[in-house]
């Protein structure tokens, strides 16, 4: 189908709404563009790809890795925030006059009085908020922001003060309202608070959607966009008022009531099929007696595993006689496929896991072909040709610039694959192995440790002593503080948590003074918390939310983890992906927390093109690598004895073991999702299944089982917001890896280069937000524009890169 061109001059703020919900970007309401900036020709990064910046904000969830199915499932718990008075060196709280607002929007004022998510607060009322809060108070509020809404539409100016700020003002209450209740269904679960967000839910898309087709603000924005005032604007500010090429507006009357009938639909089905995963891994659960069965597992597995056990029920578990509980959340699934020798177990959990979501009531295989077919109609309605190149719309790449990545990555990554299970198989034979000759899905990762552990000497379960949690926010806090600058401290106490175990923090500058919060949530809860890794707002950096006498409001985020809690009298000891995504999660944070930019549209986070975001997350795990940030980390948490020297030559020596198969197997899933989006035909001749049986054949080593349902359970890009964006990895991962070579350029051992690199990235990629695109803000860091070579290098990929 031909493309038509729908010009119309929109708003980035019903993004910003529209972010709160489980709907990827790509089918929200407004997709975004600019013209691309003229910047010298690159192959995959260059001028002549569309910079069209998104607009949202997001929670950064950390990519499937490749060989262990850590699958970083993200929630959509974004929030930005309500008109609450945000803090500069205070914190902010909600004002008086909103809530006196909101409750004479309902007849029983005593729903308002009581209800904590209209109260005045500082900070969310994360411990007191329930289910019951949630129908009464979203309603309340939305009744009242349609009443600001129709006002503004009636008086409505084209000028910046008249205009984006009062609706800066009325989208931040609901969506940090809506981003309380929604966090807290991904880290505090119960039906009761399910059922309420389901039943508000079509009332807040509803408000979201009038509030994107608004013909009274379209209008208005338009006329902005023509004004002689429009050149005068600052660059943090035109990237909000621009050409859109797939806002609902621009459709008539009968095909926008389609377009809005189709969020609807998406909103809903994206919410099901993320409560079928979560339900399913909750659903499983393995209890083992006969200790044979647990040999080769760890003592912190066995522990882990004791300790659920006795959260079922079992009160005289113990680690060393059982009974024992297996589940299939990450730091309970992965441990059994690495370490147990018990064959017929690895392969019970792989093929447990591999299903999840794929049977009975919580089958995601109809949801996943709905939403196809939603994508597909509603593409079809922008008079787009697929999915994708609505994607593509807010990100840097193109279709085709990701597909030609992709096959350049997957090329260099084929060759070294093979060799990979080559080895792993002559490995497996040299051990006696039985199944040496006929190595499968449930044996690569249990090999691969052996094989590891025997070329490196490196046993990952040894090393967990010498990285506690206290230690490893230590170091990290310590890191930040030499690259960028600011001072990290605790601040428990002054905000409301959602659990015990969660932590707060303060950020200080240089002069003391707090720019920025956040939250801190690293341990996993299967009966009520979400697996992955993720980052979400909590409040936006914005000076049109500042406290009256403040000149800006400050930023919060969340960090969330799902890691092994402690045991015992132990502290929580991490393995060394653990610690990685710890500090993946942290950049994110960082670009949040250390914006510059005082535009809230534009700060931080948003407006950031999805395909750069990682950049800093992607970073900051370099960092894990380098000697004196790992040395400041790696403690025993009995004796303080630092990590041996020869253990972090293994480590770093390890640090491209089977570097070719974990490539591959991200590259799967990101050639997977690209051909969902732009080739398949929901109910056509090919089910979804055979698509990826298809993808397989080239970035498979080992083909997949007939009855894989990998996809019933990829909620990146069917709850998430990846849809046609998974490859964003492996493209922030080339910015990334050549950002960090800027250090290495430098010079990681001059500490002056360091930190004053280190202020560059802070004041470029940290600083600007969504203010200049990517590319730009790249090079002004760089002074060049992006190559892929230090990627391939840091991964010993280089060479086959070459010859491929």
């Known amino acids: 189908m031909k493309r038509i061109t729908i010009i119309a001059t929109t708003f980035v703020i019903a993004n910003t709404l529209m972010a709160t919900t489980t709907t990827s970007r790509a089918s929200l309401n407004l997709l975004l563009r600019r013209s691309p900036p003229k910047l010298r020709n690159a192959k995959f990064f260059s001028s ?39 803090f500069s060196s205070s914190p902010p709280s909600m004002s008086s006059a909103i809530a006196t607002a909101v409750s004479s929007a309902v007849s029983d004022e005593s729903l308002i009085s009581s209800n904590p998510l209209l109260q005045d607060f ?19 509020l939305l009744q009242h922001l349609e009443g600001e809404l129709e006002q503004l539409e009636k008086y409505v100016e084209p000028s910046w003060p008249k205009l984006v700020e009062p609706l800066e003002k009325l989208v931040d209450r609901l969506s940090v309202v809506w981003g309380v209740i929604n966090h807290l269904k991904a880290v505090k679960d119960t039906p009761e608070l399910r059922a309420a967000i389901e039943d508000v839910q079509p009332e807040k898309v509803k408000f979201q959607l009038r509030l994107g087709q608004s013909k009274p603000i379209y209008n208005a924005f338009k006329a902005i966009r023509k004004s002689p005032d429009w050149s005068s604007l600052s660059e943090a500010r035109q990237p909000q008022i621009k050409e859109a090429v797939l806002t609902g507006i621009a459709l008539d009357d009968e095909k926008r ?80 496929m690495q370490h147990a020798k018990n064959r017929a177990l690895r392969e019970e959990l792989y093929r447990a896991y591999l299903s999840r979501a794929s049977s009975g009531d919580l089958d995601n295989t109809a949801i996943i072909d709905q939403i196809l077919k939603f994508r597909l109609e509603k593409t079809q309605l922008l008079g787009y040709n697929n999915y994708a190149e609505v994607s593509m719309t807010m990100k840097m790449a193109t279709v085709e610039k990701a597909a030609e990545l992709l096959e350049k990555l997957r090329s260099a990554s084929w060759g070294p694959a093979v060799q990979d299970m080559k080895d792993l198989k002559s490995f497996a034979k040299s051990q006696g192995a039985e199944e040496s000759g006929s190595l499968t899905h449930w044996d ?16 990952e379960e040894e090393l967990r002593p010498y990285f506690s949690l206290p230690k490893v926010m230590d170091g990290l806090f310590s890191l930040a503080k030499t690259l960028f600058g600011v001072d990290i401290e605790p601040a428990d106490g002054v905000a409301p948590v959602w659990n015990s175990d969660v932590r707060f923090y303060r950020v200080k500058d240089s002069s003391g003074s707090p720019i920025a919060y956040f939250y801190f949530d690293p341990y996993s809860r299967p009966s009520e918390k979400r697996g992955g890794a993720w980052m979400g707002e909590v409040f936006s950096r914005s000076q049109v939310m500042a406290q009256k006498g403040t000149s800006v409001r400050l930023p919060v985020a969340h960090m969330v983890c799902n890691q092994t809690p402690p045991l015992g009298d132990k502290p929580s000891l991490m393995t060394f992906r653990e610690v990685e995504t710890v500090f993946h999660e942290f950049g994110h944070a960082l670009q949040h927390m250390l914006t510059k930019q005082d535009e809230g549209l534009v700060a931080g986070i948003r407006n950031v093109e999805w395909d750069a975001v990682e950049l800093p997350s992607q970073f900051m795990e370099n960092w894990c690598y380098h000697r004196d940030t790992l040395m400041s980390i790696a403690k025993h948490y009995q004796t303080g004895e630092t990590l041996p020297e020869e253990i972090y030559k293994k480590l770093l020596a390890a640090r491209t073991f089977r570097a070719g198969s974990f490539s591959l197997r991200q590259l799967k899933f ?47 890009i069917f709850a998430g917001g990846y849809a046609a964006g998974y490859y964003s990895y492996k493209w922030a991962e080339v910015l990334s890896a050549d950002a960090f070579s800027a250090f290495e350029d430098a010079g990681l051992d001059d500490i002056k280069a360091v930190k004053e690199t280190g202020q560059r990235f802070r004041n470029t990629v940290l600083a600007l937000g969504g203010g200049k695109a990517p590319l730009k803000v790249f090079v002004e860091f760089r002074g060049r524009e992006p190559s892929p070579e230090p990627l391939l290098r840091h991964n010993g990929l280089l060479a086959a890169s070459a010859s491929a």
Not at 123 to 130: K, R
């Open 48 to 86: 002549s790809c569309q910079f069209r910046p998104s607009t949202l904000p997001k929670s950064y969830s950390c990519p499937i890795w490749s060989s262990s199915f850590s699958f970083c499932l993200p929630p959509r718990s974004t929030s930005t925030s309500l008109p609450f008075r945000h």
């Open 257 to 336: 009531e389609e377009f809005n009938k189709i969020e609807q639909e998406l909103e809903k089905l994206s919410h099901k099929f993320s409560e079928n995963v979560l339900d399913a891994t909750k659903k499983f659960e393995k209890l083992i007696t006969d200790k044979k069965e647990m040999d080769g597992l760890p003592p912190s597995a066995l522990g882990l595993f004791a300790q659920a056990a006795v959260s079922k029920g079992h009160e005289n578990a113990t680690a060393e006689n059982g009974p024992w509980v297996i589940t299939l959340d990450a730091p309970s699934y992965l441990p059994v």
């Open 122 to 140: 500082d900070f969310p009322p994360f411990d007191s908020v329930d289910a019951e809060h949630v129908r009464p108070g979203i309603r309340a």
């Open 670 to 716: 990101a050639s997977l999702d690209l051909e969902l989006h732009t080739n398949y035909i929901p109910g056509g001749p090919e089910s979804i299944y055979d698509v990826d049986q298809r993808v397989s054949v080239k970035t498979q080593v080992i083909p997949p089982l007939p009855e894989d349902r990998f996809l019933c359970g990829f909620s990146h």
């Open 444 to 459: 690569t990762t249990f090999w691969s440790e052996r094989l590891r552990e025997s070329k490196y000497d490196i046993n």
